[in-house]
Every structure is written in structure tokens, then in C-alpha cells.
């Protein structure tokens, strides 16, 4: 194969371990998915969270992320509200029990990936994190609009 090809094939492997790694602890020690943390995240990061911020920032479609939320919704974890600007749209707001569902996960979740990270030097760290970065917005720019 090539290099690129051979590239392409370890980052997603490479991405998938991690994910799934983490994701299995996060089901086995709290019952939820690293996507369920990750979206609870945005939303209490957020003043005024709406469905189309979190199909920006993980890249979702307006479908899955509008069905996440109403499972979220039912569960109790968020609720959504009449946007007062904009009929059309809601915000969604982290209700009690989500925040918990966060507070008890997240340090979980960043004990994982420290864990699995560990063999990485904190500059080795910092400077694939760049490479990531540098390579998503490659990647972004060349992306039909």
C-alpha cells in the first residue's frame, strides 16, 4: 500500500481503539457513552445550546443530533425551551440529573484517555494534538461548503 493509504489506515485504528476503549469504560462504569458526555459537555458549555451547535461541533446530522436530544429529554437530562429569538428553533438546556450524569462521568472519561495516553511524553502530547488540529483544518478547507 502507500503511504498515505498506510497513514489513513493507522489514524483510524488508532482513533477507534481509543474511542472504543474509553467508551467501554464509560458504559461499564456509568452506564453511558463517551458521545453522551462529549454532548452534555457542549451543552452545559454552552449559554444558549441548540440542536445545529451540536451538529457543528461533532459533525452530526441535524436528524441524529435532534434524536439524541429527545432521548436525552426523556431520560430527564436536558430539557428543551422556546428560543425566544427564533420560533423555529429551541434551546436545550442541561437539566439536574444530566449534570450529574456529567459530573460523575467525566473524570472517568479523563482518567481513560490519561491512561491510555500515558506512554506519550507531555510534548509528544502537545505536538500530535497540533498535528490533529492542523490536519482537521486541512481537511475542513477542503470540504465542499
Known amino acids: 500500500m502507500s503511504a498515505s493509504i498506510d497513514f489513513f489506515d493507522e489514524l483510524v485504528r488508532a482513533e477507534i481503539s481509543l474511542y472504543?476503549?474509553?467508551?467501554?469504560?464509560?458504559?461499564?462504569?456509568?452506564?453511558?457513552?463517551?458521545?453522551?458526555?462529549?454532548?452534555?459537555?457542549?451543552i452545559a458549555?454552552?449559554?444558549?445550546?441548540r440542536?445545529?451547535?451540536i451538529v457543528r461541533a461533532l459533525d452530526l446530522r441535524v436528524g441524529t443530533?435532534?434524536?439524541?436530544?429527545?432521548?436525552?429529554?426523556a431520560a430527564?437530562?436536558?430539557e428543551r425551551i422556546p428560543?425566544?429569538?427564533?420560533?423555529?428553533?429551541s434551546w436545550i438546556v442541561l437539566?439536574?440529573?444530566?449534570?450529574?450524569?456529567?459530573a460523575e462521568g467525566t473524570p472517568t472519561f479523563e482518567a481513560s484517555v490519561?491512561?491510555?495516553v500515558s506512554g506519550l511524553s507531555s510534548g509528544e502530547l502537545r505536538t500530535l494534538r497540533a498535528l490533529l488540529v492542523k490536519l482537521a483544518a486541512s481537511v475542513d478547507a477542503r470540504r465542499p461548503a
Open 20 to 42: 472504543n476503549a474509553v467508551d467501554a469504560r464509560m458504559k461499564a462504569e456509568h452506564g453511558v457513552t463517551v458521545g453522551t458526555i462529549e454532548i452534555l459537555s457542549l
Open 45 to 49: 458549555q454552552a449559554e444558549h445550546a
Open 51 to 53: 440542536v445545529d451547535d
Open 65 to 73: 443530533a435532534s434524536k439524541i436530544i429527545d432521548r436525552y429529554a
Open 76 to 78: 430527564g437530562w436536558v
Open 83 to 89: 428560543n425566544p429569538d427564533d420560533r423555529r428553533s
Open 95 to 102: 437539566m439536574d440529573a444530566g449534570a450529574k450524569v456529567l
Open 114 to 116: 490519561t491512561d491510555l
